[in-house]
Structure formats: C-alpha cells, structure tokens
C-alpha cells in the first residue's frame, strides 16, 4: 500500500517537535536568566511560556496516535523505519515536556534566591549554559538525525554531574566558613537537581536518536554507554 501521505504527515511532525524542542530551550534560557536576575517578572514570563509547551505536547502525541490508527485502518505497510520514527517521535515529545517542567521548577525557585544572600557561584552559570547547549544539541541531532551527535550527548551529561558536584563542595566550604546561609545553600542544590534532571532528559533523547537511525538500543551500565546492536529477523 502506499506510504506517501503517511511520510507527508511524518514530515510535518519532525518539523512541529524540532520547533518544540526551540520553544522548550526558549523557556530553560528565560528561567536560568530570571535565577540570575533574581526577577520575579522574569520568573513569570518564563513559566508562562510553559502553557504552550503543554498544549503542543497534547497536540503531537495525539497527531501520533491519529497517524498510526489511520495507516492501521487503511492497510498499510509500513517500514521498520517508519515505525521508529513514530515512535521516537512519542519518546522525545515526552522527553522535551519534563525538560519543560523542570524549567519551570528552576524559575518557581526565584523566590528563594530573592529572599536570602549570596552570590550565584561562577560553575553554576557555567552549569547552566551547559545545559541549555546540551538540550540544544539534542535537539539538532534529532533534526538531522546525527547520531554521532547524539553520542556527544551522552557523554555530556557527566559534565553537568561534574559542575553540580563542584557546586555542592563550594557550597559546603562557605556555609563551614560564614560565607554562604544554608538556605541560600539549599535553594543552590534544588537547582543544580533540576539542571541534572534536564541533563538526564536530553540524554534520552539522544539514546532515541541513535535508536531512530541506526536500530541500535542504547544502555546506561556502570558509568559507560554501550550499544546493542540490532538484532535481524
């Protein structure tokens, strides 16, 4: 049967989740710059851009479920290929939400940073650019389908894991010595978790990329991703 209106429709739902994965990296910026600026009217913007995050999310997972109904009803046989793509589709839709939600986490935080003193620690400035490329390089690597990309991914998140752990040890010297509050110290780590769930998230989508490419699956074991070829039938 032929596949042409299906893989039109395809098309048209790599493109929305690609501009989706921009609109959440938008929101992720806005909320690490109101942390900075400890501005609430930051803070607000960047969550409001959270409603059209959610209402996208809806509209591609049910576009999803509308495409493979339809082929099913109509017969159609569709490729390995296809089907990966569906569902890689599904998969990192999920994925950009809760890197979405967990933005929204950080701006929601601004009160604290707001409330008590203390300066925002250089890594955490550096943690959080990292975050937003690596989102941004998942992303991209979905849009072109770059596995070796992906790869990079993967092994970005030991980076973020690295500066949060930095943060932690910094933080704990300056409450030790007079210099930091242990609120201001506890608001510093709910960040830094939300930034390496961030980290987590894009390494997912990364995981479904090289998946979507190259069949591959790809496992997390003790500290070192590995791939699983895939296996014929």
């Not at 390995?80 to 999920?94: C, D």
């Not at 203390?118 to 596995?147: C, H, K, Q, W």
Request: one cysteine or more; glycine letters at 6%.
């Amino acid at each position: 049967m032929p596949t042409h209106g299906f893989d039109k429709r395809l098309a048209r739902l790599h493109s929305d989740l690609v501009e989706q994965g921009r609109r959440v990296g938008a929101l992720l910026e806005a909320a690490f710059d109101a942390a900075f600026a400890r501005n609430e009217g930051l803070a607000d913007r960047a969550i409001a851009q959270d409603d059209a995050i959610d209402r996208v999310d809806v509209e591609i997972e049910k576009a999803c479920v509308n495409l493979l109904n339809e082929a099913t009803n109509e017969g159609e046989e569709l490729s390995e290929g296809q089907l990966r793509a569906v569902l890689t589709i599904v998969k990192v839709n999920n994925e950009l939400e809760r890197v979405a939600d967990a933005g929204c986490r950080i701006a929601e935080r601004v009160d604290d940073f707001i409330a008590v003193r203390g300066d925002i620690p250089e890594t955490f400035r550096v943690m959080a650019n990292s975050v937003v490329g690596i989102l941004r390089d998942a992303v991209r690597a979905y849009d072109r389908s770059d596995a070796t990309l992906a790869r990079v991914v993967l092994q970005s998140e030991n980076a973020v894991e690295s500066f949060k752990a930095a943060i932690l040890r910094d933080a704990e010297e300056r409450i030790a010595q007079g210099g930091m509050s242990v609120d201001f110290a506890f608001a510093l780590h709910e960040v830094a978790n939300q930034a390496e769930r961030m980290a987590d998230h894009c390494t997912n989508i990364a995981e479904q990329v090289i998946y979507s490419v190259t069949g591959a699956i790809v496992r997390h074991t003790e500290g070192n991703w590995v791939e699983t070829p895939r296996v014929a039938s």
